[in-house]
């Protein structure tokens, strides 16, 4: 039942804001007020982070899931959808994304990771005085899930389109099918995680925000801190490296940045693959948007 609320709390919002229609100048602010939500809520997870019983010993096994966790879901990533790329090419003629740009972009991933820090340290310095926020956390989440349908709509996206978008569809289907391959393997090579659980993990697609909260609250603050720096790994990797392999293999690129290809990293894919892959970037990250919460939901629900 707990599963059930859980999903409905995700989608709820985010249907709901795909049918709220807003204006340009709107929309601006949404985006600026989408940023400093994320900000809090990295905050708040690094509160939660700071309660863990025996923190100093858990850092070292937080570090190395979430290492081999990246390497085995990113591995898979690249070599299905470099494959994909090289036997059913797709031309990407499009041109190098600037250092200043993408220097920009990797200093708003620096700020990310800082607000968990000083979530972690605020809580570690005064842990008499902090209470964990469990219904603010759960109110800035169906707030953050909601705007983001609301840019979902404001881009002028509709699934008429993503759906005819064939090179999206299909990347966002084998894209789906290795994370999910990665995520095996992780539970293979990790003792202590369950099949479930790198199913789960694996789901997060690189919405760090969403798979923190998720994971917590199916697994505890350790699991969840875990998800969110695999995903922040995967957008730090994806700001790195959609320009240098945009032009032989624009699937893999694109999906590299998994749900942030709908956000994030999409300036740094249109720098990267011009106009002419921008029907894949939004087929695909629309589907991998609307995906990651129900399967996350879903692989964590089988544990229990």
Same mark, same amino acid.
């Given at each position: 039942?707990q599963?059930?609320?859980t999903?409905v709390?995700?989608?709820?919002p985010?249907?709901?804001g795909?049918?709220?229609p807003?204006s340009?100048?709107?929309?601006t602010?949404?985006n600026r007020g %989408?940023s400093w &939500? +994320?900000?809090?809520?990295?905050?708040?997870? /690094?509160? =939660? $982070?700071?309660?863990?019983?025996n923190l100093?010993?858990?850092?070292?096994?937080?570090?190395?899931s979430?290492?081999v966790l990246f390497?085995?879901?990113m591995g898979?990533?690249?070599?299905?959808l470099?494959?994909?790329?090289?036997?059913?090419?797709v031309?990407?003629?499009?041109?190098q994304?600037t250092?200043?740009?993408?220097?920009v972009?990797i200093?708003g991933?620096?700020k990310?990771?800082?607000?968990?820090l000083?979530?972690l340290?605020?809580?570690?310095?005064w842990?008499?005085?902090m209470?964990l926020?469990?219904?603010?956390?759960?109110v800035?989440?169906?707030? %953050?899930?909601? &705007? +983001?349908?609301?840019?979902l709509?404001?881009? /002028?996206? =509709? $699934?008429h389109r993503v759906?005819?978008?064939?090179?999206g569809?299909?990347?966002?289907?084998?894209?789906?099918?290795?994370?999910m391959?990665?995520?095996?393997?992780?539970?293979?090579?990790m003792?202590?995680?369950?099949w479930?659980?790198?199913?789960a993990l694996?789901s997060?697609?690189g919405?760090?925000?969403?798979?923190g909260?998720?994971?917590?609250?199916?697994?505890?603050?350790?699991i969840?801190s875990?998800a969110?720096l695999?995903?922040?790994?995967?957008?730090?990797?994806?700001?790195?490296?959609i320009?240098?392999?945009m032009?032989?293999?624009p699937?893999?690129?694109?999906?590299?940045?998994g749900?942030?290809?709908?956000?994030?990293?999409?300036?740094?894919?249109?720098?990267s693959g011009?106009?002419?892959?921008?029907?894949?970037a939004?087929?695909?990250?629309f589907?991998t948007?609307?995906?990651?919460?129900v399967?996350?939901?879903f692989?964590?629900s089988?544990?229990?």
């Amino acid at each position: 039942m707990q599963n059930v609320q859980t999903l409905v709390m995700i989608l709820l919002p985010l249907f709901i804001g795909f049918m709220i229609p807003v204006s340009a100048g709107i929309l601006t602010w949404i985006n600026r007020g %989408l940023s400093w &939500l +994320v900000y809090l809520i990295l905050l708040l997870i /690094g509160l =939660s $982070l700071s309660q863990v019983h025996n923190l100093g010993n858990q850092l070292g096994m937080i570090a190395l899931s979430a290492v081999v966790l990246f390497v085995c879901v990113m591995g898979m990533n690249l070599l299905c959808l470099v494959a994909f790329d090289h036997y059913f090419p797709v031309s990407a003629a499009g041109h190098q994304t600037t250092q200043s740009h993408a220097a920009v972009s990797i200093g708003g991933s620096l700020k990310q990771v800082a607000c968990v820090l000083l979530g972690l340290a605020i809580g570690l310095l005064w842990p008499d005085k902090m209470v964990l926020p469990h219904d603010a956390i759960n109110v800035a989440v169906m707030v %953050l899930i909601l &705007l +983001v349908g609301i840019q979902l709509r404001g881009s /002028g996206i =509709s $699934l008429h389109r993503v759906l005819l978008n064939q090179r999206g569809v299909l990347t966002a289907v084998i894209f789906m099918l290795a994370c999910m391959a990665g995520g095996l393997l992780f539970a293979l090579i990790m003792p202590s995680v369950s099949w479930s659980q790198g199913l789960a993990l694996s789901s997060g697609y690189g919405w760090y925000s969403l798979s923190g909260i998720v994971m917590s609250h199916a697994y505890g603050p350790v699991i969840g801190s875990v998800a969110i720096l695999n995903d922040l790994a995967r957008e730090f990797f994806a700001l790195l490296f959609i320009p240098f392999i945009m032009r032989r293999y624009p699937s893999a690129a694109v999906s590299s940045g998994g749900a942030t290809s709908l956000d994030f990293t999409l300036p740094v894919i249109q720098a990267s693959g011009g106009l002419a892959v921008m029907p894949l970037a939004i087929s695909f990250g629309f589907i991998t948007n609307i995906m990651s919460p129900v399967l996350m939901v879903f692989f964590s629900s089988l544990s229990h």
